[in-house]
């Protein structure tokens, strides 16, 4: 069973915005992970943070973790029509060996 | 490099039948990762190698699936008396240690069950 709980589940904007993809998990993990999957194919990995991380960034991308509440963001600067895709979040337990995905945000930047 | 392959790019098989579904991990990748995703769903753990340790089969759904990974590269994912619910898509990742560090995704299969 996954773990991970996305929401928005879907998210609408205009190009040029921000978008906010939250991620809550249940366990106690070792790293989180973000990923992106375009026309339901293979996924592409964004970025990682790690237990002892809270924020970090990679171009466009910001990712903050809460350890204390389980959670973590991913913020979009400065959205494209071409960022439109499905996002996930995966999460790497402390005591596992594989990751847990959520169930994903589907982000349409519109032009 | 080259990326992880699957083949094939889409399956159509009739109910009953069985199927193989290949992964080509990216060369020296030890670990491997089988998971499916329905329509508009995230992905659902399948199964997990690492090197030459016992595989992690805990998320193969029933005993008709199983998989294999012959000399530690090439995995075949096995649904034997295929039904339709088994129908989504098939995606095949590997990482270089395990799943701390980056898994590549495979571009992956996609099943219809008639």
């Known amino acids: 069973s996954q773990q991970g709980e996305e929401d928005p589940q879907a998210l609408s904007i205009q190009e040029g915005e921000n978008a906010t993809m939250n991620c809550s998990y249940k366990t106690s993990i070792n790293n989180l992970q973000w990923y992106r999957q375009n026309s339901g194919r293979g996924l592409v990995h964004l970025i990682l943070?790690?237990?002892?991380?809270r924020e970090k960034h990679s171009g466009r991308l910001r990712v903050t973790l809460d350890t204390s509440k389980k959670s973590s963001s991913l913020l979009i600067t400065a959205s494209r029509a071409a960022d439109t895709a499905s996002y996930f979040c995966a999460s790497l337990e402390t005591s596992g060996s594989r990751l847990t995905f959520g169930e994903g945000t589907q982000l349409t930047v519109n032009p | 490099g080259a990326g992880v392959s699957q083949s094939p790019s889409n399956k159509v098989t009739e109910k009953g039948k069985d199927v193989e579904l290949r992964c080509d991990p990216i060369?020296?990748?030890?670990?491997l990762y089988w998971y499916r995703q329905s329509l508009g769903q995230g992905l659902e753990f399948l199964i997990y190698?690492?090197?030459?340790?016992?595989?992690?089969k805990s998320g193969l759904p029933s005993d008709r699936f199983s998989a294999e990974r012959t000399g530690g590269s090439v995995s075949t994912l096995t649904i034997q008396r295929t039904q339709q619910e088994d129908s989504a898509v098939y995606l095949c990742a590997s990482s270089l240690v395990g799943s701390i560090e980056t898994q590549y995704f495979g571009p992956g299969t996609r099943l219809l069950v008639l």
């Open positions: 060369s020296g990748h030890t670990a």
């Open positions: 943070i790690r237990s002892n991380e």
């Open positions: 190698f690492q090197g030459n340790s016992a595989p992690d």
